[in-house]
């Protein structure tokens, strides 16, 4: 890709593969297509989710190669490629010529992103076009919008500086020869003590360096068209932050990412989809159509379970909103923790109107709120424990019990792929010297009460072996470690 520019046609075969497989696509078994490439390979602070295009990534790959021809004329290749097809020219004026190789035709394809995105940087200005070459600090065009003037076509920069002294615009006769807007901008460019060759810079980095990264956005620009957004650009750029900066799994983001863009396969947007449905009703309180802001909002399970929340998201206040205007209003108002349990929420809403259609099984709006809660306790208690704790946690925290003392170690786990679980007891006795006890329990809970319940059979080993009614009571010692860090903080004993 760096040397050869691939067919439009090959790489939207390409992109197309990528597709189906985002979307689902198993086989011969089609998916709906929610929203086309283009738009999911815009970055995620412009509503996209960052895909790559290929056309776009291999002009900025070829853009590379154009550039280091630029700026290295003394190597090898420069001279061969000047010599063969620009002998009187220089690169960025360059023309295919006659019979050109397939490297010379790729270069000189992606050339209209070097161009795009260069400028002149002014030194003693004497290689750089008044009219006609990019070097005012103005994206996109970079160049002078004053009409010509008569017999001053090949004017150089180098006539507008006064080298008198300290270098500065001569203001008299850029005021007699430009717009005031050009003036301004002209008035932007620094001038060098030192009188510097002029230099070509890319100008969408600071330090003027190119790189393929900048040189994507740019290629991306040219190849595609993106859709206006709902709502003012800075408005929505700010929402996309917030959705995408929220410490919550992928799955909740980009559940509410679908949302937003109104791409769930609710019932209307599956009947503007052209499918076959026997209603449009909501499947969860059996009134409106099923749309994602009567899910998310509007239905009365919804408006019960934001009640249940106060403080988070209002679903009386702007009602007349769509969706992503009222996140927008409302989000501002609430912090980060808030924020992202108001993303959990809906998620839960969302799956719990796809318990309803498929398992029919619907829970009740304090279940719900009671089940989102414990599940942002239980997520940022796992992500608050430090990477590597969990490897290192036998070899450091646990060691053998004291002469005439009885040590109970317990926990709970489950099984990948099943909702059930197990727990464990082991009882140690040092000074006998052999294990004293032990068992296992298959059982179908949470973690919670899965360690909770590991721990009341640890308590009554305890009892079993003369412990009195206390923690480490009853005359002989005991030792008491919780492996699990939840049900340790809960307890606030030692691990």
């Known amino acids: 890709m760096s040397c050869f520019l691939l067919p439009k046609n090959f790489c939207s075969d390409l992109e197309q593969l990528m597709a189906k497989f985002w979307w689902g696509q198993h086989g011969d078994r089609r998916k709906i297509h929610w929203m086309r490439w283009g738009k999911l390979g815009l970055p995620k602070s412009e509503g996209g989710l960052g895909f790559i295009s290929l056309y776009a990534f291999n ?76 070097w005012l600090p ?21 006539s507008l500086i006064c080298e008198a002294g300290q270098p500065q615009w001569i203001m008299p006769l ?44 740019v290629a991306l620009t040219l190849s595609t068209d993106p859709d206006p957004p709902s709502s003012s650009i800075s408005g929505m750029a700010q929402l996309w932050k917030w959705v995408w900066n929220a410490k919550l799994p992928e799955k909740i983001k980009l559940c ?15 009947s503007k989809r052209r499918v076959s449905l026997p209603h449009l009703g909501c499947c969860v309180c059996g009134g409106a159509k099923e749309s994602t802001l009567h899910i998310l909002r509007n239905c ?7 009640h249940l929340l106060p403080g988070l998201l209002s679903s009386d206040r702007h009602a007349d909103l769509p969706l992503p205007d009222w996140l927008l209003v409302s989000w501002s108002e609430l912090n980060s923790n808030a924020l992202a349990l108001s993303m959990v929420v809906m998620w839960a809403l969302w799956s719990n109107r796809n318990d309803v259609t498929w398992r029919s099984t619907q829970r009740q709006p304090h279940d719900l709120v009671q089940f989102v809660l414990q599940y942002m ?14 490897a290192s946690l036998g070899a450091s925290c646990w060691s053998w019990p004291h002469s ?49 319940r590991n721990m009341l059979s640890a308590w009554r080993l305890m ?24 049900i340790s903080r809960m307890f606030s004993l030692p691990r």
Not at 300 to 306: E, G, K, N, R, T
């Open 463 to 486: 009892r079993l072996y003369g412990f009195g009614g206390r923690w480490g009571g009853g005359g002989r010692r005991s030792g008491l470690r919780l492996t699990c860090s939840i």
């Open 174 to 217: 850029l005021t007699s020869l430009f717009l005031p807007l050009d003036v301004d901008e002209i008035l932007r460019v620094p001038l060098s003590l030192r009188s510097p060759p002029d230099c070509l810079i890319w100008h969408f980095d600071r330090k003027g360096k190119f790189s393929v990264k900048s040189a994507y956005r």
């Open 59 to 134: 002009l900025a790959m070829l853009a590379k190669q154009g550039w280091r021809l630029l700026h290295n004329p003394d190597s090898l290749i420069s001279k061969l490629l000047k010599a063969r097809y620009f002998p009187h020219s220089s690169l960025l004026d360059a023309v295919p010529g006659s019979k050109p190789s397939f490297v010379w035709s790729s270069i000189l394809s992606a050339m209209k992103v070097i161009t795009r995105g260069s400028r002149w940087r002014v030194g003693n200005g004497s290689d750089i076009k008044v009219w006609g070459d990019r």
């Open 404 to 452: 005439g003392t009885i040590k109970i170690n317990f926990d709970g786990a489950f099984r990948t792929g099943s909702t059930g679980g197990g727990g464990g007891v082991g009882v140690l006795g040092l000074s006998l010297g052999t294990k004293m006890g032990d068992f296992w329990q298959p059982l179908r809970s949470v973690c919670y009460l899965l360690v909770l």
């Open 300 to 306: 009365l399970f919804a408006q019960a379970v934001w």
């Open 256 to 270: 509410t990412w679908r949302g937003i863009h109104d791409i769930l396969p609710t019932c209307c947007a599956l």
């Open 138 to 158: 103005r994206p996109t065009s970079f160049e002078v919008v004053t009409p010509p003037v008569v017999g001053l076509e090949e004017l150089k920069v180098n």
């Open 377 to 390: 306790e239980e997520f940022r208690c796992a992500n608050d424990q430090p990477t590597g704790s969990h």
